[in-house]
């Protein structure tokens, strides 16, 4: 696989290239404002001391403090986490918040970890890098294994560190921490607010339009029900396990029993809980593999789940008049060239999945004022963002004739690009 930075930094110099970019913000723009790699030891249950490795890449903040999740992974690499931080300024800035891009993480697999040891070491990563964040310098967030309950840890670390209260310090906290209402839905609506967008552009009614979702957790799962509820048809969702493709329709909450009764979504098409043999492998409802739903005859494709699922290997096999990147980079470089060239519309991800970074500075901004919003609030604001940001990457797309992706990462580039020539010249 390719180096995520690079690829970063090939999307950078594609966008710089549309836009004619200054070269001296270009060369700014080329690598992250700060990195920090810590040493994290941490005293096990046994006794012994085990040392982590932590980092913080801070990107940029030409437009307000830092923002951008931690996380814990075994996989976790300093480039990883520089292209990570690098996506968070884009995301930002496409959405037009006042926040910049960051990103963190440990080398660690935390499923190995007591939670006395992951309390320990949450901690141990604070009181490394707390002089270098705060609320108006750096706001973490959780992202892959990390939790409110860890963002509790490293709030009350880092303001034990500080001397004083500084609630605004990092966002994904529990409700009772000074977390936001909305944040559970926020990615999913966030992303359905855009959808309600694109439908307009192309003429797509609800009652007529398909959608498939892969990956039914927290985004698809709350994508898919809130698309039903707007009349959307859903004819397929997945999980780990595989999904169930029905031709008719498929009833969310029905399929959510049948998990909750311990069987997979291929069972919805029996009713009842089976097992993968008895599945039905054709006809109008049948059991697909996580590789099938992708190549599904529907309008709407919302993957939801993992990294690179369309690939060189599969993108000219994807049926979808429309892609709507809901996980964080479905789709590899590769990929996106040939759907492109297929003339499938793909909403990426730094704008699709947006809301949910955009709910994080809401809970940010609660917190430096000492608010307390309702959700009611929280979706009020959240909506006219992600419907003006829609449209601001949609007339760019059509300003240069570019993909959405491409009219996104220019629009955020223009907006960053634009605050730095104000330092610059000063
Ligand atoms: P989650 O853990 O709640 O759900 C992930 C879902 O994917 C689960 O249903 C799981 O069963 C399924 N899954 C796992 N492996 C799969 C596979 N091979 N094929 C199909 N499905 C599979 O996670 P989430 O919070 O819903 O996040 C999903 C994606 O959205 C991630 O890429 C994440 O980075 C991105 N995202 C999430 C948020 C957020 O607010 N939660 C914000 C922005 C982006």
Not at 88 to 101: D, E, L, R, S, Y
Not at 415 to 421: E, G, H, P, T, Y
Request: glycine content about 10%; charged content about 25%.
């Amino acid at each position: 696989m390719n180096n995520p930075f690079e690829n970063a930094m090939s999307q950078l110099d594609k966008a710089a290239k549309i836009m004619n970019l200054d070269k001296n913000i270009h060369e700014i723009l080329k690598q992250p404002d700060r990195i920090l790699t810590v040493a994290v030891p941490v005293k096990m249950d046994n006794g012994e001391v085990k040392v982590f490795t932590g980092f913080r890449s801070q990107f940029n903040d030409a437009l307000g403090p830092y923002k951008g999740g931690i996380r814990y992974h075994h996989n976790v690499s300093l480039d990883e986490v520089k292209a990570l931080s690098f996506w968070m300024m884009v995301k930002c800035a496409t959405v037009n918040i006042p926040m910049g891009g960051g990103k963190g993480g440990i080398i660690v697999n935390s499923k190995e970890l007591s939670q006395g040891e992951l309390e320990r070491m949450s901690r141990g990563y604070i009181q490394k890098i707390w002089r270098n964040v705060g609320a108006q310098i750096d706001v973490p967030a959780p992202d892959m294994y990390t939790t409110p309950t860890i963002m509790g840890w490293m709030q009350d670390e880092f303001e034990k560190l500080l001397g004083h209260a500084d609630p605004g310090f990092i966002t994904g906290k529990a409700i009772k921490d000074g977390g936001s209402e909305g944040r559970e839905t926020a990615t999913a609506q966030g992303g359905v607010y855009v959808v309600r967008e694109l439908a307009k552009k192309l003429g797509l009614k609800p009652n007529e339009t398909t959608v498939a979702v892969q990956g039914m957790g927290n985004v698809g799962g709350f994508m898919a029900k809130i698309l039903a509820s707007d009349g959307y048809k859903i004819v397929a969702i997945s999980d780990s396990k595989g999904g169930v493709y029905n031709e008719a329709g498929i009833d969310i909450a029905k399929a959510e029993q049948i998990k909750k009764d311990g069987g997979m979504l291929g069972c919805y098409c029996l009713g009842t809980v089976c097992s993968l043999e008895q599945m039905p492998k054709d006809g109008p409802c049948k059991h697909v593999s996580n590789e099938e739903i992708l190549e599904l005859p529907v309008d709407i494709l919302v993957p939801a789940a993992l990294e690179n699922q369309i690939t060189a290997d599969n993108a000219h096999k994807i049926k979808a008049k429309v892609v709507v990147e809901m996980a964080n980079g479905p789709t590899t470089p590769e990929a996106d060239e040939i759907l492109k060239e297929r003339g499938i519309i793909l909403v990426p991800d730094v704008l699709a999945n947006a809301g949910g970074v955009t709910v994080s500075y809401f809970e940010w901004d609660q917190n430096v004022k000492n608010e307390r919003w309702t959700e009611a609030d929280v979706f009020a604001k959240l909506e006219p963002i992600m419907i003006q940001a829609f449209n601001e990457v949609w007339e760019t797309k059509e300003k240069y004739n570019i993909t959405m992706r491409e009219g996104a990462f220019v629009k955020a580039i223009e907006r960053v690009a634009s605050k730095m020539k104000n330092k610059l010249s000063s």
